[in-house]
Structure formats: structure tokens, C-alpha cells
């Protein structure tokens, strides 16, 4: 429909979804209250209130047969004063604001200072038929006054203009986002939205079904509605400009006829962490040739009829698995394959002395034809062939031992951490192209996350900084082409890495390739790219140096391009874990420092760092989905071993902490980013809301053995847990709620 964030007169509109900003709590799912809840999708804004509606009725017929056309609303829903008054407290919208005023703020009793008291000026004031905009759903900073400006003081109250008034139901803004977009996905919007897209891009746009629906605006906010070219009177023409840019513009007609209904969800078989009250262990086998800590079974990947295990003897297994319909109990095959001394399958080379190897350690390329390891003696991260253990690359790029390694949601972009206490990003070679790094340097996005990184000035977290809009995208909500510049905080790029180890201060990027990524827009999940196979040829075998850089071409034996995309720095010690997601566009690097430091993976370029509370060893580090940055640390206090597990928003906000009663050891996501599986000395498998840490009720506690790695199936329906002692324990929905839900999903077709 034309709109774009380049351009504030086109910017997006949204829709206002809830209706009530009084109550302290909000139930969206039950329908008895959704008349109270929600807001009409039915009508337009300037309808929803009727004392107001015959105000503007009466409006439109008193035009009948003037020059003017008629019309119902003299004011928009969408504008570029809108997308300024709601953004002032952001940069650049702040200066755009100001600049707009004269070079000062507008009146304190004019600028947006509370979201019930808007809603309840769209509903009376004649002037205010305002939309949302799509940070209302995925920023939540643009409600805090961060950078402290001085926006007056509100004679009305006599209080001074600082952040924005929230719902009693939205205790931050964080929980003002969350709750909104909970809102937006829920099933009342699903089966009301297509009446909104009718009013806004549809049949009822203009036109006598404009009219039935009383949503008519004036006749200039209409594509087409005047010929400028035709005007010859200068004065005319600019105030005509004038009037369209900054008063709002109707987006471009879209549909003709009424837009179908939003169909019901699929009710195929659900996944597990929307029926956790009906999971089921159902297996706990030895999958290692001894019950031992020396085979604790540290990574668990599942491919096409096989799952992958490798124990912390390197040991690689190979053990049939294939999901089974409902009508089978256990509702999955679990073959394991026998252990064998003698033909048992190791990867790489021993670890270095000092390592602590845990699932950080391994990674599975997206076909599972290649599992990679790191933590060896020799400061090289390998490239094994999943079927034999065969090494096809053995790469040394950094100074010292490599300690962990990430794959992102496509297995296009592995990062790697070391000693040394550098990060570097790689390009993992695809048989398809998708998703690949481009010599060329091209690169658009459209990323599937509710987050945006904001730009800030400072290298700490605490630190006063200037809080901005820039920065990438990293919504589904907000697609946007980032060919140009990433708008990020950066420092500047070293063309060289130096052989001393950085410090803070070369908080910077070393890039050996100029090339940039290119990212597809469909979810991770189902846009995974496929690897090569690359069954021929007997790779690089052993533990050499590897090393030598790429002419560009890739062999057939080449599973990672050998030379870095990026080297970042900012750490100054050992790096402990990193994380990358190419959907939001960001890398994670923990150290033993205790800071976690946030980079681009695009560019490369440094954002910021975050320093959890309690300080310590930071062991682990990611980031959900719905951009929310995770933190485990670990720290001695008068002897005794204290952990700790916080939650950051992606822009660097602490959002909630949570003490342990034990060490954790495995973690893994949600796909969809709501849930933090976790796992540890406690045996126990524990699911946590990521936004606050509270932890769901349903649990699992196992009878021996430490958990030390998690994985979830692709269809998020099978949980498989690798224990101390070597075995894997597998949970599952129970076969018999499988059943008796299939049953009633066919007697409810007729069958």
C-alpha cells in the first residue's frame, strides 16, 4: 500500500487493539469479556464513540452540495505529526519534532504523555482519530523518556513530562509490548482484523461503502484526488503539497472486494510447550559404551531418521529415530545403535587441557551430514562427516584454543569464540545459495523478531547514552531493506587483528573479508538452507593448521569457508559462549570477564555492552526470539558456588533476575522465542517465560544423572535430554491425549 519507514508521511499504520486501559489485569482468551477487552475492528476510529460518530455524521451532511466534497473527518489516522508525537522521546524523531515546533518541544499538555488518556481522547476529541504505529508492538523504549529531556511541565497536573503513563495492567513497558502484541496475535483479532483491513486498504476505503461505514476524510488525503501539475498558481500548489505531506494520506486502495476472514488455526498436532501438562518421559537409555562423566552425552542433534549424539570422549553416535502417528505408543522409534568399542566413531583431536567442553562445543550442520567441534588442543575448530567421523577440515584462524561455537537459525552463519578472547563469524557454504555470504556485498532483510536494536553512544550498558530509533530491524512487524547503511553504533573497522590481545578499548571490528550477508525473510525454522553433502573426496583429514584463505571457489570437500568474515573484539578474557541470529541481526559474546558484548552480524560493527548484576564468570549467553538476551553466570562467594540467571531486552535493559539453587548446564530455546528450557546438576528439566524467568509449573525431574545438553525436535514435539552418565532421555506428548485428540478432531468432521 506504499508505506515505508523512509518516509514519515507513509509511515505504517496499525490498528488499536485493546479497548480497556483501566483494568489491572486483561484476560484475552476468554470470550465473555472480549466486548470489553478489544476494540471494535468493525468501524473506524472516529465511530467507536456514537455521541461522536453523529457529531461527524452531522459534518458530512451539512457539505452536501459545497465546493468541498464531504466529508466525515477533517483529521487522519495517519500522519507524519502522528509518527512524530508518538516517537518525540526517540531520536531522530526527538530533532524532527523540534524542528517542526520552531526549534523547542510543543506544549507539555499536547505531547503524548499517557497512553489510557490517549485512548480516551481518541474516543471524545473531535480533532484525534489517531492509529498506532508498529512500535507500539515490538518497542518498548519509545516510552521511556531515556535521554532525560526536559519537555515541560503540564499545567493541568503540574507535573513534569518524563515517561509515558502505562495501563494498570502494564507494570513497564516491556510489559506494555508484550501484553499488546499478545493482543494483536490473539483469536478475537484474528477472526475481526479483515474488517479493519477493509476500512484501511479495502472496498470500504472509498466510495458509497465508505460512506455506509462513516469513513469518509478529507478529499486530499486520497491518492489521485488532485492533479498538482494541473495547479498554475504557485501559492496553491505549495499549500496543497503542503496540506497532503503533513496532514495525513490514505494508503493506497488495495482490494476492491471484502478481504476473507483470517481461517482458524490448524489444529494439527500440537507442540510441546503448549501441552506441557500432557509430556511424557518415555525412554531413558545408555547411549555410550559406560556409565560414566567421562561420556556424558554433551550434544544432541535430530536429522532425517537418525539423531546424533556425541559424548565427552568425542565419541560420535548415529541411532534411528523417526516421529510415529498418534495410534503408536511411544509415538516415536528410538533405535539406538549398539555401543562398540571398536568401531565407535571419534571426532577431531583430544581437548586441550583446562577445556570445559559442554554442548557449546559441537554444532550440526542444518542437514546433519556435518557435526563441527572446537575446545581441541591443537587451537583449531574441525569439520567431521557425521556417517564415519572423518575430519574434511581442520581450521586454525585463531591464536589459542577455541572454547565455543554457535550456528545460526540457518546454518548459513557459524561464530566461534576462543581464548584468545576474539570472535569470529564464518560463512557456511550451502548447496542452494540461500542465505550464503555474498561476494558482492549484497545484502536485503527482512527479519522475523519483535525487537530493534537502539544506537547508543556508550560502551557500558550504564553508561548515559543517547537512545535512538536507528539501528536494524528486527521485527516481522516492520520490513525494511538494510542494503544501505545498518545505523547501529559502531566503532571503527581494523583492516588488520593484531597478535596482542585486545582490550576494551578496541572495541572494534576486524573484518579479512568485505562481504556482507544476505538473509531471507521466511521463519528460521522452515527456511533452513541445505549443505552440500559433499560425499566426495577425503577432506582435509587430521589436525593440520588448515588456515589458508579462499580463492573464492569452494571445494567439494569445504563445509566452512576458511577464512573469517568478521573478527570482533571487545572481551579481556577468554571468551565463554557466543550466539548468533541472523534474524535479528545480532552476535553474542560472553566471557570469563563477566561482560557480554553485542555485535552485528552483518557488519560486524560493536553495539554495546551489558554487564549482569551479580557479576562472575558469564557461562552462557543467548537471545530468544523475541529478542530477549539471556545471561547465566557463576560466582564464589565465601566458598560457595552462586549462580544466576538474568534477562535483558535486546537494547541492553535489565528486565529480571532469578538465583538458582543449582548449576546449570544445558539451555535451549522455543522456536518461538517465549520459553528458556534449562537443565543441570539438579536433573531437573525446567521451563521458564524468558520475558521474567517465572517458571511454568509443569517440570521434570529425573531419577540420576546431571543434564548436560537439551534438544528439541524440529516440530517441537520431542524433548531429548543427554545425561552425565551417557544416556538420553526422551520425552514426548502423551500417545494416549494423542489419540483421544485425533478421535474427536474426526467425529467433529463427521468421520
Not at 557449546?360 to 542437514?367: H, P
Not at 521434570?700 to 514435539?717: M, N, R, V
Request: hydrophobic share 35%; charged share 20%.
Amino acid at each position: 500500500a506504499g508505506r515505508t519507514y523512509n518516509d514519515l508521511t507513509q509511515y505504517p499504520v496499525f490498528p488499536w487493539v485493546i479497548a480497556d486501559y483501566t483494568s489491572k489485569e486483561l484476560n484475552l482468551r476468554d470470550r465473555s469479556t472480549w466486548h470489553k477487552t478489544f476494540r471494535d475492528l468493525t468501524k473506524p476510529i472516529g465511530a467507536l464513540d456514537e455521541d461522536r460518530l453523529q457529531m461527524f455524521i452531522d459534518r458530512y451532511e451539512s457539505l452536501e452540495g459545497d465546493v468541498t466534497p464531504q466529508f466525515h473527518y477533517g483529521t487522519h489516522y495517519s500522519s507524519s505529526g502522528t509518527v512524530l508525537f508518538y516517537l518525540i522521546r526517540l531520536e531522530p524523531f526527538t530533532t524532527q519534532a523540534i524542528s517542526m515546533q520552531d526549534g523547542k518541544f510543543d506544549h507539555a499538555d499536547r505531547m503524548f504523555d499517557s497512553i489510557p488518556s490517549m485512548w480516551r481522547g481518541c474516543l471524545t476529541n473531535p480533532a484525534d482519530v489517531k492509529e498506532l504505529i508498529p512500535e507500539f508492538f515490538y518497542l518498548p523504549e519509545f516510552l521511556r523518556n531515556s535521554n532525560n529531556y526536559d519537555m515541560g511541565i503540564k499545567q493541568s497536573t503540574g507535573e513534569r513530562m518524563g515517561d509515558v503513563v502505562l495501563p494498570p495492567w502494564a507494570a513497564t513497558p516491556e510489559d506494555f509490548v508484550r501484553i499488546n502484541r499478545q493482543a494483536l496475535e490473539s483469536e478475537y483479532v484474528s477472526e475481526n482484523l479483515h474488517h479493519w483491513i477493509d476500512l484501511i486498504f479495502g472496498y470500504k476505503q472509498r466510495g458509497e461503502e465508505a460512506v455506509k461505514a462513516h469513513n469518509v476524510f478529507f478529499h486530499l488525503t486520497y491518492e489521485g484526488a488532485v492533479d498538482i501539475e494541473a495547479i498554475e498558481d504557485e501559492s496553491l500548489r505549495e499549500a496543497t503539497i503542503a496540506q497532503i505531506e503533513h496532514f495525513g494520506q490514505t494508503p493506497s486502495q488495495l482490494l476492491y472486494k471484502p478481504h476473507p476472514q483470517r481461517a482458524p488455526p490448524d489444529e494439527g498436532m500440537p507442540t510441546m510447550f503448549k501441552q506441557l501438562a500432557n509430556m511424557k518421559l518415555y525412554k531413558q537409555e545408555q547411549v555410550t559404551s559406560r556409565q560414566s562423566t567421562e561420556n556424558s552425552l554433551l550434544f544432541i542433534h535430530d536429522g532425517p531418521e537418525r539423531i546424533l549424539t556425541v559424548s565427552l570422549d568425542r565419541v560420535l553416535g548415529l541411532h534411528k529415530w523417526r516421529p510415529s502417528t498418534p495410534e503408536y505408543d511411544p509415538p516415536f522409534l528410538f533405535e539406538q545403535e549398539r555401543p562398540q568399542i571398536k568401531r565407535q566413531r571419534r571426532i577431531g583431536v583430544h581437548f586441550a587441557v583446562g577445556v570445559r567442553a559442554s554442548a557449546q562445543s559441537f554444532v550440526a550442520t542444518s542437514d546433519s551430514q556435518h557435526v563441527l567441534s572446537c575446545g581441541h588442543w591443537d587451537n583449531t575448530f574441525k569439520v567431521s562427516r557425521a556417517d564415519n567421523g572423518q575430519t574434511l577440515q581442520s581450521i586454525s584462524a585463531h591464536r589459542d584454543v577455541v572454547t565455543c561455537m554457535h550456528l545460526s537459525e540457518s546454518g548459513c552463519v557459524l561464530v566461534t569464540g576462543s581464548k584468545d578472547t576474539t570472535v569470529m563469524v564464518w560463512e557456511v557454504l550451502t548447496g542452494d545459495g540461500l542465505g550464503s555470504i555474498s561476494s558482492a556485498g549484497v545484502g536485503v532483510s527482512s527479519a522475523a523478531g519483535f525487537s530493534r536494536i537502539a544506537s547508543s553512544t556508550s560502551n557500558g550498558a550504564d553508561s548515559p547514552r543517547i537512545v535512538t530509533s536507528g539501528g536494524h530491524v528486527v521485527s516481522a512487524l516492520r520490513r525494511r531493506s538494510v542494503a544501505a547503511s545498518s545505523g547501529a553504533a559502531s566503532s571503527s573497522s581494523s583492516s588488520s587483528s593484531s597478535s596482542s590481545t585486545p582490550s576494551k578499548s578496541q572495541q572494534s571490528n576486524s573484518s579479512r573479508n568485505t562481504a556482507s550477508l544476505q538473509f531471507q525473510s521466511s521463519s528460521a525454522r522452515s527456511r533452513r538452507a541445505r549443505l552440500n553433502r559433499m560425499d566426495g573426496g577425503d577432506g582435509g583429514g587430521g589436525s593440520g593448521g588448515g588456515g589458508s584463505g579462499s580463492s573464492g571457489v569452494a571445494d567439494v570437500t569445504m563445509v566452512v569457508r576458511e577464512q573469517p568474515i568478521h573478527v570482533l573484539y571487545g572481551h579481556d578474557d577468554e571468551i565463554t559462549s557466543v550466539f548468533v541470529s541472523e534474524d535479528l541481526d545480532v552476535v553474542l559474546s560472553g566471557s570469563r570477564d563477566g561482560s557480554c558484548v553485542v555485535h552485528t552480524c552483518r557488519q560486524g560493527h560493536y553495539v554495546r555492552s551489558i554487564y549482569p548484576p551479580h557479576g562472575g564468570v558469564l557461562r552462557w549467553v543467548g537471545l530468544s526470539a523475541l529478542g530477549h538476551i539471556m545471561m547465566y553466570t557463576e560466582r564464589m562467594l565465601n566458598r560457595q558456588l552462586r549462580t544466576f540467571l538474568n534477562t535483558f531486552s535486546i537494547n541492553g535493559r535489565h528486565m529480571a533476575n532469578k538465583e538458582l539453587d543449582e548449576q546449570l548446564l544445558a539451555f535451549r530455546f522455543s522456536e518461538d522465542g517465549s520459553i528458556l528450557i534449562t537443565g543441570g546438576t539438579a536433573r531437573t528439566v525446567l521451563f521458564r517465560h524468558t520475558y521474567n524467568l517465572a517458571a511454568k509449573k509443569k517440570y521434570f525431574k529425573l531419577k540420576k544423572g546431571g543434564i548436560c545438553s537439551i534438544h528439541t525436535t524440529a516440530d517441537e514435539q520431542h524433548l531429548l535430554v543427554g545425561l552425565t552418565t551417557g544416556q538420553v532421555a526422551i520425552f514426548a506428548l502423551n500417545a494416549q491425549f494423542l489419540r483421544h485428540r485425533t478421535l474427536k478432531k474426526l467425529a467433529n468432521l463427521g468421520f
